[in-house]
């Protein structure tokens, strides 16, 4: 569905991916794990065009995306949450999430998929009519994942879901993503929480500067060495 | 005339005068909120659509008052088609002059502005030449409270001073029902909030920047028209104090603030007027930018702004 093929992306003169290689089958959770500077952000901003890489390819579903504007990449079908949520603190929750389905053509849906979202995320009804820079930092994680959904994405890429949250709601989120997969959205998970991302996910990717350095079903990287003594922090 | 009247008099002058600021002002703030140029050709964009007002009603035959149905149908029609025209206008000044330099640094589009407002203030000197443009009269002044109500007053209100309230008022109603109710106008706030995180929502950057100058331009242009109107004079080079005025009025009410703008516009309006009267009006530009700069230094994000505030 998703393939990114020896992708090199620079910020400026700093190269920032040396060479990525992945791919994200349909109906899958793939997850990104790494320390911070890895990579990972920059992997999802290359996927969604708002950085542009300078060799390799995108493609999803058989179409080029490395020359496509932004907004074209997301008519496809390709959603996000992005890292620090970024949500539009002066719009109200309810105008948020409807940002989130601007790019849909089948509008008549969107009232059933707000519905949806209400009920995966209850506190988000609630707080509706509320501006979304009042939200907590949770909430707002709720409505940049709530908003992505909007978009009723075939692709959903999520960074960072569990930044800055407590336990107990790290939990409630990794839950609900995995409804998310259920329902049929396929998802590529970028996470620091290298035990939370591969507790949910099928298939992950380990990043170091830059490159892909471990690849393999979650479950087999969560008993490599790589994973335990770098990501995990066992002996 | 008492000193209470002169008072009463002056507030009205500054209401009219505002109601222009503010719409020009309004067109400054959001094109700044948008992609955060001070757009400094947009007072002549204003200057340009009093001429262009004045084209139209040429083109139609008008060059006396209106009255009865034609006061209903050309004077909306005249609105319409000025502010299509200034709107056209300032997207082409985007497309030819801010676009190419999107990527640049933000001092480029800056002095290129100017240089727009150079160019336009002299295409209208070109077309126009250098003396005043007589406007004519083609909105009835009544003085309402003396023909109306029989009220021997010192006070003058004339049906004039209506319009341009009882047009500007509609104006801003559509413009606010534009930013909060519809798609476009939504996606407009939220790209001048996080213009990245609107492009992943599927937003076209593109498409709403030119929307923004559309908008602003037709602003412009409605004001040109009511000025034209109500003061039956145009000069090529008003769009320069008109628009540092109304930039002057953006700020204050907080750059990128849209009621912030409307009502900066007001008080710029009311100031001007009162300074007018009750100082001179040769140190009228000099209070104004007085209060631009005091703003500038105590209080860069405005009355009402807090824009920065959400860059977080």
Redesign the interface.
Known sequence: MLELADVHTYYGNIRALRGVSLTVAQGEIVTLIGSNGAGKTTTLKTI?G?TRPRRGTVTFSGQRLDTL???RI??LGI??S?EGR?I????TVL?NL???A???KDRAAIGSDLERVFALFPRLAQRSTQQG?TLSGGEQQMLAIG?ALM?RPTLLLLDEPSMGLAPILVETIFRIIQDINRQGTTILLVEQNARMALGVAHRGYVMQTGRIVLQAAAAELLRSDLVRKTYLGEK | MNAWEVLVQQTINGLTRGAVFALIALGYTMVYGIIELINFAHGDVFMLGLFISLSWFTLLGVTKTLTGWQLLTILPLVFILTMLTTAALNVAIDRVAYRPLRRSTRLAPLITAIGVSFMLENLALLWKGPAPIAYPDVFPSVDILREWFGVDSAIFVTTKDVLVVGATIPLMIALNYFVTRT?WG??M??TA??R??????????ERTILLTFFVGGALAGAAGLIQGIYYNIGMWWMGYQAGLRAFTAAVLGGIGNMPGAALGGLFIGFLSAWSDQYISARWTNAIVFSILILVLVFRPQGLLGARSA?K?
Request: aromatic share 4%.
């Open positions: 969604l708002t504007a932004t907004d997301v008519r959603a996000q992005p970024r539009f603190a002066r719009m105008e409807e940002l989130g601007f790019a849909r820079g908003r978009a | 798609r939504k996606a706030r939220a909030q996080d990245e995180t609107a492009q992943a929502m599927g937003i076209n950057v959400d977080v």
